[in-house]
């Protein structure tokens, strides 16, 4: 395990433990190998398609590869499925979402088509949703609590602002207008400009109506195209100083285009990460976020079981060593590391580009300048994730808890610390930028029990951590040692401390992730959550590079499904559905 898990040796009033006795840090969850009922267990020697990794890409393409009757098998290098949306139990009686915590992108028809509230997906919606907890000299603090309905949350701003809560509701409509128009684009590959004047007139054709897309989002658009056009490419400060002026709102709000990008306020194009945070939606409501009940692992189960009860062969523990190529150069399966070839006439990759095309496939059977691009992908990440087990909750000067300690609406929410203003966060950027963890990094933290109190023993929580800015080399080509996690996570502790005293004595247990780490457990690229960086000239008809953005790669039969690709990183599962749509639509033309 990365990082450490210390235990404390007594316990809170409100925590009963019921750990084991010789516990072990990752437990094997049930079902993590997965066949349809009446399938042997064992490995095919051959299937119509494997894929490589059970992220929730690769499970939703294997899900709609079997429903097009594609005998497919899915493998997994791990000993637990979902990449990066797992459930693990680092702390005896503690289940932690230990990657990607909240959902909100899934994609709309992946929940309709795979059936995933029969297979068991529960959603826990949060309102109110975002809780910025202020550090200044006033009893008490003040806060910042946003949710869904419009006139509390005006309320709210207007602590601050009375111009900026009279402004909201007309930037989140000018905001939503923006989503609506290129919410089209990801479901659909981008534009093949390559192909757009090649081959039959009815071909040409064919290749125009790829276009649609696109054209239905500047449509939308409409005249305000030039505004929309302005928020992809400036920094999302000016965009935000263009609407607000209280520094509390603007840095709350900036948080989302900064987070999981190695990118301040002030970097031009953050305003497409916040966009790509909006895009979402949760029964129904536009741009909400949810925990999913069980952790994320739950969600990838319940993809699993989807593509399992229609065939499909899961299975964990089956590392890829390398796809196989036959003497034209076309993917025919896949080699695991213990020799077995498994063969295939599609094989998708749902690992990072860098690992599919640099370490699965011989470099001299791809072009120079596409291995070239793949190599210089900017993937830094400015992620460290810690998983915390405490034994109550945090208290916070600007909302302390009720004596009977239990939860209060603010606990449900992504609790924003050192996020007094947008400078703040640039500071703690520019740290990082320069090989030193940030002194006062931005911080969310969630509580996930406090709506699915089956994650921890009774009266006690898990917290999940997402900070930044931690490089993923420090100053000086020093690498994460024990010594520099643990310093760091001492780091977020003294923060979280000062907004919410006694935070530091409840800690049980603590599992720290700093970019080496995500990258060596998940296989996330430098750490990047998004498998590489969001920003405008890594996304869409470059994504990963330009003219290989439509999920094929050089190699004849093999694809690219994962974060990746186009639309890019988050739980959408969008770049698994439109891979396997393409493979399907080449499969059938063998």
């Known amino acids: ?46 299937y119509d398609a494997v894929v490589i990794g059970a992220g929730h890409n690769g499970l939703v393409a294997a899900a709609y590869l079997q429903r097009a009757g594609l005998r497919t098998a899915v493998l997994e290098r791990r000993h637990v499925l979902g990449g990066a949306a797992v459930t693990e139990e680092i702390v005896p009686g503690f289940k932690f979402s230990r990657a990607s915590y909240l959902l909100s992108l899934l994609r709309p028809q992946i929940y309709a088509d795979l059936e995933l509230q029969r297979h068991g997906l529960r959603v826990l919606p949060r309102d109110p949703y975002s809780f910025t907890p202020l550090l200044e000299d006033r009893s008490p603090p003040r806060s910042l609590l946003l949710g869904h309905g419009m006139a509390q949350t005006q309320q709210q701003i207007a602590q601050f602002s009375q111009k900026d809560a009279q402004a909201y509701p007309e930037y989140e409509a000018f905001m939503g207008r923006m989503v609506l128009a290129l919410d089209p684009l990801l479901d659909a590959p981008p534009v093949d400009t390559a192909a757009l004047g090649k081959g039959s007139l009815l071909q040409q054709l064919r290749n125009l109506q790829t276009l649609k897309p696109l054209l239905q989002a500047g449509l939308a658009l409409g005249r305000q195209l030039p505004h ?53 939606e949760l029964e129904g409501r536009r741009g909400a976020w949810g925990y999913v009940a069980g952790g994320m692992g739950a969600l990838s189960h319940a993809i699993a079981q989807a593509a399992a009860a229609r065939g499909a062969h899961i299975f964990a523990e089956k590392a890829v060593c390398h796809v196989l190529l036959g003497r034209a150069g076309e993917a025919q399966g896949v080699v695991l590391q213990d020799g ?33 691009r793949i190599r210089q992908l900017d993937t830094r990440s400015p992620v460290t994730k810690i998983n915390v087990a405490v034994d109550r909750l945090p208290s916070f000067l600007a909302a302390p808890n009720a004596r009977d300690g239990q939860p209060l609406p603010h606990h449900q929410c992504s609790i924003h610390l050192n996020c007094e203003g947008t400078q703040l966060l640039h500071q703690a950027f520019t740290e990082a930028a320069h ?82 780490d995500l990258e060596r457990i998940f296989g996330l690229p430098g750490g990047n959550i998004f498998h590489g960086g969001m920003s405008l000239d890594q996304l869409y008809f470059a994504r990963p590079v330009p003219s290989y953005s439509g999920y094929r790669s050089p190699i004849p039969g093999l694809y690219l499904c994962g974060s990746g690709a186009h639309p890019g990183g988050g739980v959408m599962g969008a770049a698994g559905r439109n891979a396997a749509q393409v493979a399907i639509r080449d499969f059938r033309h063998l």
């Open 435 to 516: 090989g030193h963890p940030s002194s006062r990094p931005m911080i969310e933290l969630c509580i996930p029990s406090v709506l699915d109190p089956g994650l921890a023993p009774p009266g006690c929580h898990v917290v999940s951590l997402f900070t930044q800015y931690t490089p993923s080399v420090l100053a000086g080509g020093r690498s994460w040692d024990e010594q520099a996690r643990n310093a760091y996570a001492d780091t977020v502790f003294d923060c979280i401390e000062d907004y919410a005293p006694g935070f530091k004595a409840s800690v049980i247990g603590r599992d720290i992730l700093t970019p080496p």
């Open 340 to 372: 077995t070839e498994v063969r295939s006439k599609l094989v998708l990759s749902n690992a990072s580009p860098q690992i599919t095309f640099l370490e699965l496939v011989p470099q001299e059977q791809l072009p120079k300048d596409f291995v070239q």
């Open 1 to 46: 395990m990365a990082g450490r898990c210390g235990l404390r040796g007594t316990l809170g009033p409100g925590c009963s433990s019921r750990w084991p006795q010789g516990w072990r840090l990752s437990l094997r969850p049930p079902g993590a190998r997965l066949a349809h009922a009446g399938a042997a267990a064992q490995l095919q020697q051959e």
């Open 228 to 280: 929309y056009y302005e928020v992809l490419t400036a920094p999302i400060s000016k965009i935000l100083d263009h609407w607000f002026e209280s520094e509390p709102l603007k840095a709350t709000l900036a948080t989302d285009a900064v987070i999981g990008a190695m990118a301040s306020p002030h970097t031009p194009g953050s305003g497409y990460v916040l966009l790509h945070h909006v895009m979402g």
